[in-house]
């Protein structure tokens, strides 16, 4: 009766033993959280052309890094301008896209769209990235190519044509910017 005794004891530590780590290894697996999620979980594969790369390079120019040409390879300048980016916003300058660095690239790419989307005025003009650069240019705050797309010349051009007029120099057109900027569409 002993032995059996000892046999059942025995069985259940190795059980116990061997069961916990099992159980939290799986918990891990199933219940992962998402601070813990790795770059490819998040973005995809990092080798070679990725759209999601694509993406992550433009949101980087939006704020300001050079990423390099928005090619969707993750290269070194890739990294460099992400790590540049992490550092602005107070993270762990890794040059890798974790959770806290991907919310922060999508807070920055909300912030862009109401500059991007169109919307109508009263005055007939319509809240576009092309009426918007049109405008800077008649100011005489923008120089490159009305081309409709919104990058770090245009950025510049809106937050000195914001200084210049007193108004907040966040580099994003909302109402007041646009009723200053579209007097500079009437004399066309």
Excluded: C
Excluded at 48 to 58: A, S, T
Excluded at 60 to 72: I, M, T, V
Excluded at 147 to 152: C, R, T, Y
């Amino acid at each position: 009766m002993g032995k059996i005794s000892a046999y059942i004891l025995g069985g259940l530590v190795i059980i116990v033993m061997f069961s916990a780590p099992l159980r939290d290894y799986m918990n891990k697996l199933v219940h992962r959280d998402k601070k813990e999620m790795r770059e490819e979980e998040i973005i995809g594969r990092t080798s070679g052309r990725n759209p999601r790369v694509e993406e992550i390079q433009n949101a980087l120019k939006e704020a300001g890094f050079d990423p390099g040409p928005a090619d969707g390879v993750m290269g070194s300048q890739t990294r460099t301008a992400i790590k540049g980016f992490q550092k602005k916003h107070g993270l762990k300058p890794t040059g890798q896209i974790d959770p806290a660095t991907n919310l922060a690239l999508n807070k920055t790419k909300e912030i862009e769209k109401p500059f991007n989307k169109e919307i109508s005025d009263p005055d007939s003009f319509s809240k576009s990235d092309e009426q918007i650069q049109k405008a800077l240019k008649n100011a005489g705050f923008y120089k490159g190519v009305i081309d409709g797309k919104v990058g770090p010349r245009t950025k510049s051009a809106i937050r000195e044509f914001q200084k210049a007029n007193g108004l907040n120099a966040d580099g994003s057109v909302g109402d007041k910017t646009w009723q200053a900027l579209k007097t500079y569409l009437k004399d066309e």
